[in-house]
């Protein structure tokens, strides 16, 4: 089953940054691909950004334009970059894969900004 381990999350002012990223393991990484799920209190998961196998990326219209979603194959690795943070960004964030089913949610990072 794949694993994911989330980090990089945190306490950022408003307009701020933060870089978080998803450790991956239990399946082909390369030809996989991933994104970000969050989920903010009292809220459903929702998803932000994708990112294939190739490198084409995905948004959701609120991050577009301040998140970049990457990927770095020798390290298994998927990174979100959050610049312009704001308040609404204030959620757990969670790695995830639509390659295969067998996965389950990590731990998620917290990311709180503060206006």
């Known amino acids: 089953q794949v694993q994911f381990v989330e980090s990089g999350g945190g306490l950022a002012q408003a307009g701020g940054s933060l870089r978080l990223s998803c450790v991956v393991s239990e399946i082909t990484f390369s030809t996989s691909a991933f994104g970000w799920y969050r989920q903010a209190p009292g809220k459903q998961r929702e998803l932000v950004a994708r990112i294939s196998p190739g490198g084409s990326t995905n948004y959701d219209d609120s991050v577009k334009g301040r998140f970049t979603i990457s990927r770095d194959n020798a390290r298994n690795t998927v990174y979100l970059q959050m610049n312009n943070l704001k308040s609404e960004d204030t959620a757990a964030y969670y790695c995830?894969?639509?390659?295969?089913?067998?996965?389950?949610w990590g731990q998620g990072t917290q990311v709180t900004v503060s206006s």
């Open positions: 995830y894969t639509p390659s295969t089913s067998a996965w389950r």
